[in-house]
């Protein structure tokens, strides 16, 4: 199977009652933020089980021709192949072994050169923790800590809406794994954005940290930041807690 194999495979599944829906339900209209995007009518079970049937053998060749389709689940598959094969490469017992970490390397570097093509919040959340994320935890040969920083600090600061969003929720696989700082970095740094998008986001991503790392450290940050958290970036970074100390948060 090939990359215009899926694609044709796939427009032969397509279904316009469910395309509407979709096109209204991720913002495609004029002056939306997804505006222009174009679907098929595919449900993400869908995708995923293209992804399956191409398997780990699907050369990484032929991934952007997937990334670079017109179509929103076309894209979604790639970014899963992606996902697929990254996961297969970050097992304990590759860690540190040489062939995977250069091929982890290759993977991740594909990722971010198609990262505009990941172009709206369904098609982030659901391969950039799996991908960044978890490479900022792994071994790599393209740099030390250093370096990771400066890459996400470049995502943060990109214009581009879907590069900011992942450089917060790549920190939902380092809160996982016990890893609060890129979390409370990028939430600090993302803490004015102006975008909905992001104020979900970041609570999200506090919210979670909290929940895996420490509730402790959640209630750190919020003492400093709490009076000047958009709100919606407040309600989503408290919703784990009491009735009585989200009202004590939210009175802030």
Same mark, same amino acid.
């Given at each position: 199977?090939?990359?215009?194999?899926?694609?044709?495979?796939?427009?032969?599944?397509?279904?316009?009652?469910?395309?509407?829906?979709?096109?209204?339900?991720?913002?495609?209209?004029?002056?939306?933020?997804?505006?222009?995007?174009?679907? $098929?009518? +595919?449900?993400?079970?869908?995708?995923?089980?293209?992804?399956?049937?191409?398997?780990?053998?699907?050369?990484?060749? @032929?991934?952007?021709?997937?990334?670079?389709?017109?179509?929103?689940?076309?894209?979604?598959?790639?970014?899963?192949?992606?996902?697929?094969?990254?996961?297969? $490469?970050?097992?304990?017992?590759?860690?540190?072994?040489?062939?995977?970490?250069?091929?982890?390397?290759?993977?991740?570097?594909?990722?971010?050169?198609?990262?505009?093509?990941?172009?709206?919040?369904?098609?982030?959340?659901?391969?950039?923790?799996?991908?960044?994320?978890?490479?900022?935890?792994?071994?790599?040969? $393209?740099?030390?800590?250093?370096?990771?920083?400066?890459?996400?600090?470049? +995502?943060?600061?990109?214009?581009?809406?879907?590069?900011? #969003?992942?450089?917060?929720?790549?920190?939902?696989?380092?809160?996982?794994?016990?890893?609060?700082?890129?979390?409370?970095?990028?939430?600090?740094?993302?803490?004015?954005?102006?975008?909905?998008?992001?104020?979900?986001?970041?609570?999200?991503?506090?919210? @979670?940290?909290?929940? #895996?790392?420490?509730?402790?450290?959640?209630?750190?940050? $919020?003492?400093?930041?709490?009076? @000047?958290?958009? #709100?919606?970036?407040?309600?989503?970074?408290? @919703?784990?807690?009491?009735?009585?100390?989200?009202?004590?948060?939210?009175?802030?």
């Amino acid at each position: 199977m090939n990359a215009q194999e899926i694609i044709t495979y796939m427009e032969s599944l397509r279904n316009d009652e469910q395309r509407k829906i979709l096109m209204g339900f991720f913002k495609t209209g004029p002056g939306e933020y997804g505006f222009g995007d174009e679907f $098929l009518g +595919l449900k993400v079970p869908q995708t995923r089980e293209v992804v399956k049937a191409a398997g780990p053998d699907f050369p990484l060749s @032929e991934v952007p021709t997937l990334l670079m389709s017109k179509w929103h689940e076309v894209r979604l598959c790639g970014f899963l192949i992606l996902v697929a094969k990254f996961e297969k $490469l970050a097992t304990k017992r590759l860690d540190n072994n040489a062939d995977a970490i250069a091929k982890r390397d290759e993977i991740l570097t594909m990722y971010l050169q198609y990262a505009e093509q990941a172009n709206n919040w369904d098609l982030v959340d659901l391969s950039v923790h799996k991908i960044l994320g978890h490479w900022l935890l792994l071994p790599t040969n $393209l740099g030390d800590r250093d370096y990771k920083i400066k890459l996400l600090d470049d +995502l943060a600061a990109s214009p581009c809406l879907w590069k900011q #969003r992942m450089s917060i929720v790549c920190s939902w696989k380092t809160s996982q794994q016990g890893d609060p700082s890129w979390c409370l970095r990028y939430a600090e740094i993302h803490l004015h954005h102006p975008h909905d998008l992001m104020h979900k986001a970041v609570g999200w991503m506090l919210r @979670e940290m909290g929940k #895996r790392v420490s509730m402790d450290l959640l209630r750190d940050f $919020l003492r400093q930041h709490a009076h @000047e958290m958009p #709100r919606t970036m407040l309600r989503y970074a408290i @919703e784990k807690m009491s009735d009585r100390e989200r009202q004590e948060w939210m009175s802030q």
